[in-house]
């Protein structure tokens, strides 16, 4: 229990890090599994230019679930 205890404690520490270290004006967190859509960063953005300025907002994106037998398309 210990052990994964650390394990969690290593991956917060090096978000935290990765957060502080950011010189962008936003921020994805996401699982390695998150497949975004191919429009995914103009639907973000043109969501953000709709939306007061806040500092502190957190936005939830929602996602989706593809089946074992599904396919999906390969970015170029």
Known sequence: MLLIQLRLFDLLLCRNIALQSTETSHVLVSDV???????????????????PVDEKAAYVVPV????????LRRYT
């Open 33 to 51: 599994d998150l497949i975004p859509s191919m429009s995914f960063v103009d639907m973000v953005l043109s969501f953000l230019h709709r939306q």
């Open 64 to 71: 989706f679930e593809v089946a074992h037998s599904g396919t």
